[in-house]
């Protein structure tokens, strides 16, 4: 299994600009999150999904777009990028919701927005 | 809503010693505690977790111990190695499913040979 892999590693956005990162998983997990990645802000949930078809929105959604069309797969979209988005972004997926389920991350996205 | 409190920000220790994380939460309904170990580049990797009706957890040279009363946990790696160096982070899970879990801020640890 590969696990949990991110495209890309890096980029780099202008202000205004839209992207999509994306998040593949091969484990066949249920659940599947978005984070960000700010220094000395620990890790904060962006949106989140429970299965197919269903999305929810975290601590911190402003900004971003999530969609998942198959168990497999969960992109997050910047509509108009912001310098404020500048961060690393990491994508985790588990198995289900419950208590002791082991999130599995992405090795993450480094975007920068100038 | 949780929050996650995690000290200290920094710690130094020498190769073989002792290093210990604490982390404070706020919600007495939180069940879960796992913590997370983040190298360099790569994403974090969950490495012992424990839940609420035990005290105390052991593997191998890490140890993790809960105090439900005073709401804290903490993280202990004895004889570190060089290789535990790395970002910590601590984590509580509050009513709900996965999407509860909160994040303290985490904590650099470096062990110098």
């Known amino acids: 299994n590969a696990g949990v892999t991110q495209t890309p590693k890096f980029q780099v956005l202008k202000t205004g600009q839209s992207m999509t990162l994306q998040c593949a998983q091969d484990?066949?997990?249920?659940?599947m999150s978005w984070y960000r990645q700010d220094p000395g802000m620990g890790l904060r949930l962006i949106h989140y999904?429970?299965?197919?078809?269903?999305?929810d929105q975290g601590e911190v959604p402003n900004g971003y777009n999530v969609s998942r069309s198959t168990t497999e797969d969960f992109p997050l979209r910047l509509l108009s990028a912001a310098p404020s988005q500048t961060s690393v972004y990491f994508c985790?997926?588990?198995?289900?919701?419950?208590?002791?389920?082991?999130?599995?991350f992405g090795p993450g996205t480094r975007l920068l927005v100038l | 809503g949780e929050n996650v409190e995690q000290h200290p920000s920094t710690l130094s220790v020498q190769e073989g010693d002792s290093a210990v994380i604490k982390c404070t939460y706020s919600?007495?309904?939180?069940?879960?505690f796992p913590w997370y170990k983040q190298e360099l580049g790569k994403g974090p990797q969950l490495i012992i977790d424990i839940r609420s009706n035990v005290g105390e957890k052991k593997d191998q040279r890490i140890a993790v111990t809960l105090n439900k009363t005073a709401k804290h946990f903490s993280l202990h790696i004895t004889e570190t190695q060089p290789e535990d160096s790395a970002v910590y982070f601590c984590?509580?899970?509050?009513?709900?499913?996965?999407?509860?879990?909160?994040f303290g801020k985490g904590t650099k640890l470096t062990v110098n040979p």
């Open positions: 985790a997926s588990s198995p289900g919701t419950g208590v002791g389920e082991t999130q599995y």
């Open positions: 919600d007495s309904a939180s069940n879960y």
């Open positions: 484990m066949n997990h249920e659940y």
């Open positions: 999904s429970v299965g197919a078809g269903i999305t």
């Open positions: 984590a509580a899970l509050g009513r709900g499913g996965s999407e509860k879990l909160v």
